[in-house]
């Protein structure tokens, strides 16, 4: 279908996004069969997206970034990621730029900020966030996670659970009560390094799908964690969280639109090639049907999204709006998903067909970064305020 023109990019956006499908096109997309077999992408990935200069494009110059204080880029990079129907770099990639990377650019110490930048950018520190744990999900105000001051650290104790880019992870920021008496007051942000003795890492998980995601626990035994590696202020966790929590939900919510565009499109071109009853699947009415429903809903989302990137790149996204995001574009991920695999029949699962991936893929997206029921309750809120 003829598509809207997306007028939110310039010839500078239109550059950037090419060259950087030029290198998932090289570098990613050929690769991602195998790192799904070990269950984690390459670190020498990290390194060419380092070289190729699309990590952490927000750091500021005296760190070796590129200070370039524009979302769209970031949108580009997630949208293209997705469009490849690699959902395991997909999720990755952007958890490091877009999720991880404003912690430690906004809260952590000048000191962690010259050790821990400049290898972030280079792609040799891989970095993950640690909030959830085997028994606080989406309520994080439940985290049991101690950091106890002994005066010139803290010793950390505790286990973290489903965390995203967890067994490659160099660099953790790692959500611990301060003090477990004053529930959401009481929780604080450190920056928890591979080296720090008491670290240490579960296999990667056997999930149902992001098989080239390395997802894993973390456990935390009496480690020692330096003073300028807490972030910002003792107490001040949850209210760092709530406020980058906002971004991390567009990410989801730009990711999950582009997942979903790609299985639409591996889908049409299955079903124009696929005979059946003397003609394509394509050829029969409620295919036409299915296909048109999915590619409206699409351009509409498409639209939506692209104005929050907008509003976000002057700061106007709140909590409900990034949850609205999230929760319509990951159902409306998993409904495309759904819909294709019927349209393929039986092959659509088989593993060897991307859609049956996709389909695989998708299911999570309505779980992490707050389930979709509590993303509800934060519109709701929002709503009724």
Sequence with gaps: MQK????????????????????????????????????????ESWLKLGENGFLCIQAPEEFGGLDIQDFRYNAIFTE?????????????????????????????????KEKYVPKMISGEYISAVAMTEPGAGSDLQSIRATAEDKGD?????????????GYLADVVVVAAKTDPTLGAKGISLFLVDKDMQGFTKGVPFEKVGLHAQDTCELFFEDVKVPKENLMGKTGEGFKYLMTELAQERLIVALAALSLAEFTLNSTIEYVKSRPAFGKTVADFQNTRFKLAEMAAKLEQARIYCDQLVVLHNDKKVDAAMSSAAKMMMTDLQCQVADECVQLHGGYGYMWEYPVARAYADARVQRIYAGTNEIMKELIARKILA
């Excluded at 959902?87 to 000191?111: C, K, M, R, S």
């Excluded at 650290?153 to 880019?165: A, E, P, Q």
């Design 80 to 112: 293209e990621l997705g469009l490849s129907g690699c959902a395991g770099p997909a999720i990755g990639y952007p958890l490091h730029n877009d999720i991880v990377f404003p912690y430690v650019l906004h809260y952590a110490t000048q000191e962690a």
């Design 4 to 43: 809207l023109p997306r007028t939110i990019f310039n010839e500078e956006h239109d550059m950037f996004r090419q060259s950087l499908r030029d290198f998932i096109a090289k570098e990613i997309t050929p690769n991602n069969l195998d790192w799904e077999n070990n269950k984690m992408v390459s670190r």
């Design 153 to 165: 650290h803290y010793l950390i104790n505790g286990t973290k659970t489903f965390i995203t880019n």
